[in-house]
């Protein structure tokens, strides 16, 4: 994790991109990539998603969109000052908090 | 980042969200939350989006939101049986030859 | 369409809004606002998801954030200068181009 | 209005692709388009935004994917059966209430 957030940082200052990495900028580059992502699984059933993977083509697609995703988010996260394994930890914490399992247990009403 | 996703994991299963976490439903939670994420940045400037840390309400949403797109880019990979990290790492690989220092370098016809 | 494009012009510079809504600023709103449409979608089933008007609190909802889809995207093309409903019809003159009935009928390789 | 709503309602049903526009679908493709919106702002300055139409190739670019939004944003309201124009109208009396023009004048804390 640490060292994909040192390459990601690396990539971007060998090629002098930091002028543009804004969080702003970021965000959005991040949305985009989201964007591409979910395109690979809009006309497809739930259960045909729980699939994809096992189809060569569309499996190396979602693995490549899902890195880009994952880029994105790593240098929005160093840009910020955030630790991004953390952040989520931390969040976990609360929602399980907020969603009790003897409450929310196989219930829709979740998250 | 393997005890995230272990977390993430046994966070669902605890609750018998399974059902729910299909790679379509997934990808648009993931999706949603990232659509927050962009409110916090999309009024202000691109420079008042790299202070926006400084400011601790402010701040603490940024955090909060980065943590909720880690745990479903988290929980997406790990249905997929995708690593993250290394598919960030494959992706960077393919994106330096694409992007050659000396041919991008401070350039913005970049990604 | 005009009128409404009219009234949300005039209700930005009644509020002197304008210094915000460049495209880029506005591109994000309209992300964050799909993205919220998104969430109450995630969950459901698909056959679910033709049912949901017939929900009033989730019906109402829905048809709130597609009024915000629309605000957004009816202010962003203003702002652009272009007009939305030429700009949709030149694109499906394009794809039924690129789509003939014939060649995609029921098949699930389309958009 | 109407009548991009009759034919983007003919070109779908002339393809049989009913069964795949479900609104959580639809949802998802208007998602992935305005993901492909965002891609053509995002490095850009919010000035250099303001300029985009004057580009002739990015200009076309944005005109087409403001049409693409347009016509999932149609189709969507169209399954729902909600009338988008009045959607929104309903919308804008509701935020006008919200956000008085006296209060928010010149401000950031804007929508």
Redesign the interface.
Known sequence: ?D??AA??RA?AE????Q??H????L?????????????????????Q??E??SDPEAGAR???K??????Y??R??D????D??E??????D???TR?P?EQ???S?A??
Do not use: H
Request: no cysteine; proline share 1%; net charge positive.
């Open positions: 994790m060292r994909l390459r990601v990539f060998e090629r002098e991109w002028q543009f804004t969080p702003k900028n965000a959005m580059a991040l949305a985009g990539e989201v964007g591409e992502l979910l395109a690979e699984f809009q006309w497809l059933t739930s259960e998603s729980t994809i993977m979602v693995r490549a899902i890195g880009d995703v994952m880029i988010l790593t929005l996260a840009v910020l000052g955030i991004l394994v952040a989520a930890m931390t969040k976990l609360e929602v399980a969603y399992i929310v247990k196989g829709a979740k998250r």
